[in-house]
């Protein structure tokens, strides 16, 4: 069984060697708690994330695996209201506007990264989408985008490939469990 948060080493534990950010504010949610009550939020209230959340947010993408730790990543957090409202304009991108952050992940296409960016660069989004939900901040995926579009708007150039977008913010709504496959679907012991 996870040991909650609060059980994991203290900020003065000589075995502790988290930096302050990723120390930050102590939660007490199990992590498979947040995993497991996690849902996708696209109504926001109008509310910043404050400094030191938005920092942790996103310092949880930065510990995120990646293959030959080539961290193949780079993300863009647009908080300006009139980027966000030129990419809110197709409904499955509706909810960027009223974010208090999106974030745009990039992947490296460099001969070196190109095999293993997208998967890197989306593990550290959804670490980003657990450690949000942990300090009580919804997200949203957003792969409803076009691509030059985006890379056009925020300068982006060639060597990038844009993976996703997530929207972040307060939660305005309570979402609903989404219907899963029955875990007999989708698993397979010793074979498919
Ligand atoms: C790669 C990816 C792309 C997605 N793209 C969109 C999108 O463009 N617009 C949107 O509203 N939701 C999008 N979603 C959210 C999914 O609709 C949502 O995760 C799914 O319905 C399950 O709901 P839940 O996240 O609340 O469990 C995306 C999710 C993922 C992982």
Redesign the pocket.
Same mark, same amino acid.
């Given at each position: 069984m996870e040991k909650p948060f609060h059980l994991l080493p203290q900020n003065d534990s000589p075995t502790d060697d988290r930096t302050p950010l990723m120390r930050g504010r102590s939660h007490s949610m199990s992590l498979v708690d947040v995993i497991l009550g996690r %849902?996708?939020i %696209?109504r926001f209230e109008q509310k910043e994330i404050p400094k030191d959340i938005l920092d942790r947010i996103l310092e949880a993408g930065r510990q995120a695996p990646s293959a030959a730790n080539r961290q193949p990543w780079h993300f863009i957090v647009l908080t300006d209201d009139r980027i966000k409202g030129r990419l809110s304009k197709w409904l499955?991108?509706k909810?960027i506007k009223n974010s208090s952050v999106t974030i745009v992940g990039c992947a490296n296409t460099g001969l070196l990264d190109r095999r293993w960016s997208t998967i890197g660069t989306s593990i550290a989004l959804q670490n980003m989408v657990i450690a949000a939900w942990a300090m009580g901040v919804g997200s949203?995926?957003? *792969? *409803?985008f076009k691509e030059n579009e985006v890379k056009k708007l925020l300068g982006i150039s060639d060597k990038w490939k844009v993976v996703?977008l997530v929207s972040f913010g307060y939660p305005s709504e309570k979402?609903h469990a989404?219907r899963r496959k029955p875990i007999e679907k989708i698993v397979g012991y010793n074979k498919f």
């Open positions: %849902r996708s %696209r499955f991108t909810h949203c995926w957003i *792969g *409803g996703a979402s989404k």
